[in-house]
């Protein structure tokens, strides 16, 4: 069993930047491809970000997202974080962390297999 605690959320203006950290409960999620989800009220949930577990990391954005959000993972101290970057009032949502047993990035949620709470993040225009 995996667990996984969001923090980093908030309320910011447009155009700023906010990031996003992912614990992890145990030393094995350094196996595990880790990705970012959101949810906006009245949507389904959507792929934001993923990064695959070994060491050569290969990433997967989604295009909304391509270019202003980073995502990362730190291994040692089992931790994955999301770096946004020029926020967008649509980039309002409850953001959730998720660890998958496959090895590539994936962007499905229903390839993930363990979730965090979620975190709220707002931005304002």
Same mark, same amino acid.
């Given at each position: 069993?995996? #667990?996984?605690?969001?923090?980093?959320?908030?309320?910011? @203006?447009?155009?700023?930047?906010?990031?996003?950290?992912?614990?992890?409960? #145990?030393?094995?999620?350094?196996?595990?491809?880790?990705?970012?989800?959101? @949810?906006?009220?009245? &949507?389904?949930? +959507?792929?934001?970000?993923?990064?695959?577990?070994?060491?050569?990391?290969?990433?997967?954005?989604?295009?909304?997202? &391509?270019?202003?959000?980073?995502?990362?993972?730190?291994?040692?101290? &089992?931790?994955?974080?999301? #770096?946004?970057?020029?926020? +967008?009032?649509?980039?309002?949502?409850?953001?959730?962390?998720?660890?998958?047993? &496959?090895?590539?990035?994936?962007?499905?949620?229903? +390839?993930?297999?363990?979730?965090?709470?979620?975190? @709220?993040?707002?931005?304002?225009?």
């Amino acid at each position: 069993q995996v #667990q996984l605690v969001e923090s980093g959320g908030g309320l910011v @203006q447009a155009g700023t930047s906010l990031s996003l950290s992912c614990a992890a409960s #145990q030393s094995t999620s350094s196996r595990y491809s880790m990705g970012w989800f959101r @949810q906006a009220p009245g &949507k389904e949930r +959507e792929f934001v970000a993923a990064i695959s577990w070994f060491a050569g990391s290969r990433t997967a954005y989604a295009d909304s997202v &391509k270019g202003r959000f980073i995502i990362s993972r730190h291994n040692a101290i &089992k931790t994955v974080d999301l #770096q946004m970057n020029s926020l +967008e009032p649509e980039d309002t949502a409850v953001y959730y962390c998720a660890a998958s047993l &496959k090895s590539d990035p994936r962007n499905s949620p229903l +390839e993930y297999n363990y979730w965090g709470q979620g975190t @709220q993040v707002t931005v304002s225009s």
